[in-house]
Each structure stands twice: as C-alpha cells, then as structure tokens.
C-alpha cells in the first residue's frame, strides 16, 4: 500500500512538468491585431466611465453627503448645460442631451443617463457610487456600475467597476470587471491620468485577463499614450503591449508574444492599422 501511493506520487509531478514544458503557441498577425482592438475597446469603455466620473468630483470634502451632492449638481449644470439633473438627498440623476447646450467634458461628447450618489464623504474616507445607462462618447456605448473610493493624502482614485459596452461603429461587445487605482499626470488632470491595477473582460473572440502597469491615458484616447499592459488572450497566451505617442491622433502599439513582436497604430477615433 505504501509502495503504490509512492509510486503515484512520483508521477504527478512529472505529469505537471510536462504541462508546464509545454510550448505557447505562436500568435498570429491576425490574432494580435485581435488583442490590440479587444484592449482598446475595452480601454476606450473604461476611459468613457473614467470621463464621467471626473464630472463628478468637484465638492468640498468632509461636508454633508447631501450638501457634496449638490456641489456635484451646480458643477454638472455649469461644465455640460446639455444635462438634466434631479438631485434627490445624496443622489443625482443625470440625462446627457436632454437640453440644449454642450454636452463636451475633457474632450469627449458624451450622452446617455448617470446615476451619481454620495455615500459617505468624510475627510479621511469619501465612497461616490456611480451607474451608467447607455453612457457614449460616440465610440463605444457602456452600461454598468462602479464604486469610487478617495484617498486624499494620497491623491488617489481607487475604482471598481462592472461594465457591458457597445462599439458603435460595428456592434463588437464586451462585458468586464476592472480594479484600478487613479492618479494625476504630471500636467494635472486637465491633462490626463496615470493606471495601475487590473481588467477582465469576455468579448466575441473569448476571455481576456489584463494587468495595468503604469500607463497613461489621455481622456480623449482609446488606448494609453505610455505604460504597458501584460495580457492572457482566451488561447492562455502571455502578451505583452507597450505604448508610444507617435502624433496628437496615433499611437503605437508593439504586442509582443513569445519570440514575435508586432506594431500597430491606433487612432483618436479607435481605428488600428498595422504600422
């Protein structure tokens, strides 16, 4: 009895060796160009939500969760004339569209419903809740909700978020999670943000796993200027993107995967093109 389970021990590891050895497959030109269009649509999602959460933080920390929502509502009403706001205590209603006016914030033109509510706005902890009906910034078109936690010592922007979007131009969709934690550039947020942290997402082609490493988003841009994501594609491969600005409406894209690397230019309008 004791000799048998010896030997089945023995034999699990050389099982899980042979696994391990096993050689990725190589990606294809095609399938690269794939990763590059599911990690922009996704981006250009996440950058849609990340536009409208900026709407939202202009109030004075530590006040009432009610007295912050209404800075919220006098903000939204003076940047986007084009909203209709209810506010109701600590929630506001936002309709992008429904007046006239501008509905362009940071770039981006944006239209659709947000539901915005202060949950707790201490000095040391302030939680805003956001969902989202049909949210577009004329790319993509994005429902869903996040949680938005600050920490002002930090000057950090802590979300969580639960997304399903739309590509307008051909109808690809996508449903994800993301954890991610928000700063400043250096130019300030006028500018744009720096990302860290993680995305997970299921579009047509399968299941993608996506780990932020220090990018830089523009607001007005699908995919990140700087910074670099490590993605696993729905084949379990390891990709690798890097990010260059090559003028104000591109940027390179280089994925590379094993021994192979590709370049790509994505556009302002979400467009990629082989470089």
């Not at 007295?67 to 004339?81: G, H, K, M, Y």
Request: net charge negative.
């Amino acid at each position: 009895m004791h000799t048998r389970t010896f030997a089945i021990a023995l034999l699990i590891p050389a099982a899980l060796a042979t696994t391990s050895c096993r050689k990725q497959e190589e990606m294809t030109t095609a399938e690269a160009l794939q990763a590059v269009q599911e990690a922009s649509i996704s981006g250009d999602a996440e950058n849609v939500i990340s536009g409208s959460i900026e709407i939202s933080t202009d109030f004075t920390i530590g006040q009432a969760a009610e007295a912050a929502a209404q800075e919220i509502r006098d903000f939204v009403t003076s940047e986007l004339p084009c909203a209709a706001v209810t506010l109701t205590g600590a929630t506001l209603e936002v309709e992008y569209g429904k007046n006239p006016g501008s509905c362009t914030y940071k770039g981006n033109t944006y239209s659709g419903t947000h539901a915005i509510t202060v949950t707790k706005n201490d000095m040391s902890d302030v939680v805003v809740n956001h969902t989202w009906t049909k949210l577009s910034n004329g790319r993509v078109e994005v429902s869903g909700t996040a949680e938005v936690t600050w920490s002002a010592a930090d000057e950090t922007r802590h979300v969580v978020h639960e997304l399903e979007w739309t590509r307008i131009e051909d109808g690809k969709t996508g449903k994800g999670t993301g954890d991610r934690t928000m700063r400043a550039l250096e130019g300030g947020l006028v500018e744009g943000f720096r990302v860290d942290g993680s995305r997970a997402w299921t579009g047509q082609g399968g299941t993608w796993d996506l780990s932020i490493e220090g990018v830089e988003f523009r607001w007005v841009d699908p995919v990140p200027q700087a910074g670099t994501y490590r993605l696993a594609d729905p084949k379990e491969r390891s990709i690798a993107m890097s990010f260059e600005r090559v003028d104000e409406d591109t940027i390179k894209v280089t994925v590379t995967s094993g021994a192979k690397s590709f370049s790509f230019d994505v556009s302002k309008a979400g467009a990629v093109s082989e470089s």
